[in-house]
């Protein structure tokens, strides 16, 4: 059977190598995450626009809406009607 020998030679060039590149993969690596995340976070910012847009949308043009959104939200009643709010 053959002994493999390793030169020290290859042994110092694959330390120096590491060292050189090791922290700039590491960092390459950090940002390649942080990349999703901030991918991830605009797909929800363009959905949430798109929502926005239709409620804007919807609240420029449909006045039963404006009605139900304004009855639910600040406890507006039309003239001689009693508003009860129901506390759990």
Request: no cysteine; charged share 40%; hydrophobic share 45%.
């Amino acid at each position: 059977m053959a002994k493999i020998r390793i030169k020290p030679l290859y042994v110092v060039l694959a330390i120096v190598l590491l060292v050189i590149f090791l922290p700039g993969y590491a960092k390459f690596m950090e940002l390649r995450a942080r990349n999703m995340d901030l991918e991830n976070e605009i797909e929800r910012l363009e959905k949430e626009n798109v929502r926005l847009y239709k409620e804007k949308e919807r609240l420029e043009g449909d006045i039963d809406y404006i009605e139900k959104i304004a009855r639910e939200s600040m406890g507006v009643a039309r003239d001689g009607e009693i508003p009860v709010k129901i506390e759990q």
